[in-house]
T-cell receptor, first 111, second 112 residues
Framework: GEDVEQSLFLSVREGDSSVINCTYTDSSSTYLYWYKQEPGAGLQLLTYIFSNMDMKQDQRLTVLLNKKDKHLSLRIADTQTGDSAIYFCAEKESGYSTLTFGKGTMLLVSP | NAGVTQTPKFQVLKTGQSMTLQCAQDMNHNSMYWYRQDPGMGLRLIYYSASEGTTDKGEVPNGYNVSRLNKREFSLRLESAAPSQTSVYFC???????????FGPGTRLLVL
């Protein structure tokens, strides 16, 4: 099966920028997603990018997609303690009915 | 609009007991999914229903059965629970096949 890989853990200070990285293997991915999971809660869709885009910006969030390297990143500007959560990258492959999720990156923001 | 709801929130079972996890969505979505989340394993797809009347196996279907009762509801059944099924179970729905998925709050299951 196709793989989605993420680093497990990232620690930043409040006010800094956070960059969470993700790599995927399927070149036919059509959509790539970022979900956020706060402790004890379900996954919340943060943003997504279509595979023919390089960048998408939404307030403090910037998604960058490098299709050649199959690399996706999520940048959070001015990170706040409320951003502490697990962030999941996911891809939708062309022709498939399901998403493939990475194992998640735990972001810890310290004051 | 409640989105995706799941019941129960928590459950403790003894090995060999059976139970059904319920999921409902009020977004008129066609597709529904069941995942389990375990530490270090991320989210793994158990079963999904691409449209009313159809169900398909995901990555880890063994020990589970599902029913797409109608467009709104998708239930997951454990016929004979095992400690390896201790996990957090999430239901999700999407408008179409593999499109943006919206998740429920989860059911935390402990099998002793």
């Amino acid at each position: 099966g196709e793989d989605v890989e993420q680093s497990l853990f990232l620690s930043v200070r409040e006010g800094d920028s956070s960059v969470i990285n993700c790599t995927y293997t399927d070149s036919s991915s059509t959509y790539l997603y970022w979900y956020k999971q706060e402790p004890g809660a379900g996954l919340q869709l943060l943003t997504y990018i279509f595979s023919n885009m390089d960048m998408k910006q939404d307030q403090r969030l910037t998604v960058l997609l490098n299709k050649k390297d199959k690399h996706l990143s999520l940048r959070i500007a001015d990170t706040q303690t409320g951003d502490s959560a697990i962030y999941f990258c996911a891809e939708k492959e062309s022709g498939y009915s399901t998403l493939t999720f990475g194992k998640g990156t735990m972001l810890l923001v310290s004051p | 609009n409640a989105g995706v709801t799941q019941t129960p929130k928590f459950q403790v079972l003894k090995t060999g007991q059976s139970m059904t996890l319920q999921c409902a969505q009020d977004m008129n979505h066609n597709s529904m999914y069941w995942y389990r989340q375990d530490p270090g394993m991320g989210l793994r797809l158990i079963y999904y229903s691409a449209s009313e009347g159809t169900t398909d196996k995901g990555e880890v279907p063994n020990g589970y059965n599902v029913s797409r009762l109608n467009k709104r509801e998708f239930s997951l059944r454990l016929e004979s629970a095992a400690p390896s099924q201790t996990s957090v179970y999430f239901c999700a729905s999407s408008e179409g096949r593999g499109e943006t998925q919206y998740f429920g709050p989860g059911t935390r299951l402990l099998v002793l």
